[in-house]
């Protein structure tokens, strides 16, 4: 009989599925027969975390995986540099947050706009959080005003939090209730101390910053879903800082920039990056003040890494 489950761990060599086994979730271990490493030359890892599969179970209680179904969506990244081709990271992603803080470290716009483009590229519904509002003095709240009506006006939501504030955490909470979250940010914005509050049982060592990121280096690290006690699970991905665009030609870059579509359709050329050709509607938008001038510079920035590649 064919059971189906949720990959939550994987070394490489087997996988950990969750599964509903007489109305509680049980656990796992699979593998993965061998016909199916070859389908997709282009992937380091033909299943990954967060990949929804059909499944046998052995004589030993072992398990087999029979059928990968089709991906809603996922996050992928370059292999390390002694592999080819790209590893997905997770699959199958509810929302993702993306994580800045107010002050130490202050908002880093490149970094926000670089990872809102790749989830609208890979169809990734994604919200902002604004944390550390408890640093925030009187003359922040231009800042933080101006922030917020930005993003809003693009369309992300955006959240304002503090580990002080419970109301904000409490919230946050509920929107992550039986949906799989991924949190992403730069280093120290208050990653680890959020999904501590969520989910106390991780227990993750707050400011562990250089360990962390060594054993992403050294070794081939893929993603974990931690279950939430309240239902959902969030994503535990030590390589996500890396993770970049992957398959983004330079035309197409101004189609994940929300408030570029109406004006691009008015460009001369339909393959028009909208940094130097003439005709162009998007720059002639930005020049009459309806592109933030961040915005744009984002825009021009990514566009710069996409031709340099
Ligand atoms: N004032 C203030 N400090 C915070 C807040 N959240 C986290 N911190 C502090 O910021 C520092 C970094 O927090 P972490 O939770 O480790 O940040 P991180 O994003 O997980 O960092 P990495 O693991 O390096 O990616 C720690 O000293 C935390 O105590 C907050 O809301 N307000
Ligand atoms: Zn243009």
Known sequence: ?????????????????????????????????????????HLTNPIAVGDVVQFEINEDQSGS????????????????????????????????????????PRIKPGFLDRFLVTCEAYQVPVHIILNKLDLANESDQGTI????NLYSSLGYKV????????AALEKLKQDLKDNTSVFIGPSGVGKTSLMNYIEPSINRKVGAISSYNEKGKHTT???KLLPLHFGGYLVDTP??????????????????????????????F???THSHEPGCGVMQAFEEGYIHPDRYDSYLNI?????NK
Request: with cysteine.
């Open 159 to 166: 959240l304002l939090t503090s580990i002080k504030n419970e």
């Open 1 to 41: 009989m064919a059971h189906r489950g949720r990959v939550v761990e994987s070394t490489g060599s087997w996988y950990e599925i969750a599964y509903e086994k007489n109305d509680h979730t049980a656990t796992i271990k699979c593998r993965l027969p061998g016909r199916f490493r070859l389908e997709d030359h």
């Open 65 to 104: 995986i029979e059928v990968i179904e089709d991906r809603e969506n996922y996050l992928i990244r370059k292999s390390t540099h002694h592999q080819e081709g790209n590893q997905i990271l997770v699959a199958n992603i509810d929302r993702a947050y993306v994580v800045q803080s107010l002050k130490k």
């Open 239 to 268: 390589g996500i800082r890396e993770f970049g665009l992957v398959n983004i030609e330079p035309w197409e870059l101004s189609l994940f920039f929300p408030e570029m579509l109406e004006y691009r359709q008015q460009c001369k």
């Open 145 to 148: 005003d101006k922030f917020r």
């Open 221 to 223: 690290t893929f993603a």
């Open 270 to 272: 339909n393959n028009c």
């Open 303 to 307: 566009l710069d890494s996409l031709e």
